[in-house]
Antibody
Framework: EVQLVESGGNLVQPGGSQRLSCADS????????MGWVRQAPGKGLEWVAN????????YYVDSVKGRFTISRDNAKNSLYLQLSSLRVEDTAVYHC??????????????WGKGTTVIVSS | QTVVTQEPSLTVSPGGTVTLTCGLT?????????PSWYQQTPGQAPRTLIY???TRSSGVPDRFSASILGNKAALTITGAQADDESDYYC??????????FGGGTKLAVL
C-alpha cells in the first residue's frame, strides 16, 4: 500500500521561505501525477498545485502562482513544494496527494497526513 | 472566477437519507469536471469516498452513492449512521489544469 509522508513544515516569518517534502513508499511514484492540497485552520480544503509524471507540466492555484514551486525527484520517490514570500494566510496543513486515473476520471487517490506550516511574526 | 458550491451544513436522522450537492457558479457540472468526493473527520486527513462519478473507494460502505443530478454532482447517504458525521468535500476540474474544492458540507447525524 502506498504511503505518503510529508515533512518540512515549521514556523516561519512573513516573507520567508520553506521547503516541504513528501516521500512516497510505493514503487510506482514516477507513474503518477502528484499534488499538494492545503487546509487553513478551521477552513476547507484548497487544491494548491499539481505536477505531471515527468515534471514537465505544473499547475497552481492563482493565490500561490509566482510564490510556490512544485517539483519532484522520481529517483528519490519524492515530491516537493518550495514556498516563498510567505503570507500569514498561507498558514495551513499541507497534504501531499497522489492522483489516480480510473475510467478516464482523475481523482485524489492517496493522501498524506500532512505537515503544518505556520506563518507568523 | 469559478466557485464550487456546497451546502455549508446539513442534518440527517440516524437511518435517514440525505443528499449533498456540488455545483458551479458558472455552468453545470458534467463528467468533464471529474467530480469526486472526500470525507474528513476532525483532526484526520481526508479520505477518498467516491470517484469516477459513482465508484466507491475501497472500504467505503455501499450506503454512499453519487451521481450527477440535474446541473450538480450529488452524494447520497442512504441509512445514515452516527459515524457518517463528518465534513464532506467535492472536487471538480475546472479548466487548464485547475481544480477547485467546494467549501465543504458539515453533516450532522441527529
Amino acid at each position: 500500500e502506498v504511503q505518503l509522508v510529508e515533512s518540512g513544515g515549521n514556523l516561519v516569518q512573513p516573507g520567508g521561505s520553506q521547503r516541504l517534502s513528501c516521500a512516497d513508499s510505493g514503487f510506482s511514484f514516477r507513474n503518477y501525477w502528484m499534488g499538494w492540497v492545503r487546509q487553513a485552520p478551521g477552513k476547507g480544503l484548497e487544491w494548491v498545485a499539481n505536477i505531471r509524471q515527468d515534471g514537465g507540466e505544473t499547475y497552481y492555484v492563482d493565490s500561490v502562482k509566482g510564490r510556490f514551486t512544485i517539483s519532484r525527484d522520481n529517483a528519490k520517490n519524492s515530491l516537493y513544494l518550495q514556498l516563498s514570500s510567505l503570507r500569514v494566510e498561507d498558514t495551513a496543513v499541507y497534504h501531499c496527494v497522489q492522483w489516480l486515473l480510473q475510467n478516464n476520471y482523475y481523482y485524489m487517490g492517496v493522501w498524506g497526513k500532512g505537515t503544518t506550516v505556520i506563518v507568523s511574526s | 472566477q469559478t466557485v464550487v458550491t456546497q451546502e455549508p451544513s446539513l442534518t440527517v436522522s440516524p437511518g435517514g437519507t440525505v443528499t449533498l450537492t456540488c455545483g458551479l457558479t458558472s455552468g453545470s457540472v458534467s463528467t468533464a469536471n471529474h467530480p469526486s468526493w472526500y470525507q474528513q473527520t476532525p483532526g484526520q486527513a481526508p479520505r477518498t469516498l467516491i470517484y469516477s462519478i459513482n465508484t466507491r473507494s475501497s472500504g467505503v460502505p455501499d450506503r454512499f452513492s453519487a451521481s450527477i443530478l440535474g446541473n450538480k454532482a450529488a452524494l447520497t447517504i442512504t441509512g445514515a449512521q452516527a459515524d457518517d458525521e463528518s465534513d464532506y468535500y467535492c472536487l471538480l476540474y475546472i479548466e487548464s489544469g485547475i481544480w477547485v474544492f467546494g467549501g465543504g458540507t458539515k453533516l450532522a447525524v441527529l
